[in-house]
């Protein structure tokens, strides 16, 4: 595996439901990324770990909380989901150094619908 | 709320044109942008990236960067029809330690 990976690619879930999206980075970087991207906004930042510490985004609601269990694997635990969360969740990891960020790396995507 | 601003397009320009995309941003703190490319049904790709005032050239893209007026620009030289996708400026919120990106703007280039 080379780059970054996300699974599922697509996933169609109940308001009630509960799941989580993975993402795994294989690059050897320091720092890993959600955003949102929805139809006609630009990408929505919504969490960002920096070597392993969380930076707060307060402006996300509680029903998306997200894990970073090491510096390879991020996830997205999802529940109690609004139908206007369906979007394109991106993932992302880059190298930091002193402050600095040296461009993103995507994965795929992972499409969510919520029914 | 930091901002980045791109016009949405569609930018329509001939095969073997010049296309030169644009961007403004509100951070007069930023020190690295970025422009990505997305094609439809996909997730961005970097293909430039820009640290200091001027030009910096890679093949046919050229990034131009000036920190005073906020602005940052993409050329495509020799535009060629896959080149159409959304582009997407990018610039670094130091207080966020994450990029922001504009909306994109549409790119199409006609055979």
């Known amino acids: 595996e080379t780059g970054v990976t996300q699974t599922p690619r697509h996933l169609v879930m109940g308001m009630t439901n509960k799941k989580s999206l993975k993402c795994e980075q294989h690059?050897?970087?320091?720092?890993m990324y959600w955003y949102k991207q929805s139809a006609k906004k630009p990408l929505e930042l919504m969490f960002v770990?920096?070597?392993?510490?969380?930076?707060e985004n307060n402006s996300v609601p509680s029903r998306f909380s997200p894990e970073c269990p090491n510096s390879s694997h991020l996830f997205l635990h999802l529940h109690t989901l609004q139908p206007e969360d369906s979007a394109l969740y991106l993932c992302?990891?880059?190298?930091?150094?002193?402050?600095?960020?040296?461009?993103?790396?995507f994965g795929s995507g992972t499409r969510l619908t919520v029914v | 709320q930091k901002e980045v601003e791109q016009n949405s397009g569609p930018l329509s320009v001939p095969e073997g044109a010049i296309a030169s995309l644009n961007c403004t941003y509100s951070?007069?703190?930023?020190?690295?942008f970025f422009w990505y490319r997305q094609y439809s049904g996909k997730s961005p790709e970097l293909i430039m990236f820009?640290?200091?005032?001027g030009d910096k050239e890679d093949g046919r893209f050229t990034a131009q960067l000036n920190k005073a007026s906020q602005y940052v620009s993409l050329l495509i030289r020799d535009s060629q029809p896959s080149d159409s996708a959304t582009y997407l400026c990018?610039?670094?919120?130091?207080?966020?330690?994450?990029?922001?990106f504009g909306s994109g703007t549409r790119l199409q280039v006609q055979p």
């Open positions: 992302a990891s880059s190298q930091e150094s002193e402050g600095a960020i040296y461009g993103y790396t």
């Open positions: 690059l050897g970087h320091n720092a």
């Open positions: 770990y920096s070597l392993e510490e969380r930076v």
């Open positions: 951070d007069r703190g930023s020190q690295s």
């Open positions: 820009i640290y200091s005032n």
């Open positions: 990018a610039v670094e919120d130091t207080g966020r330690r994450a990029l922001t």
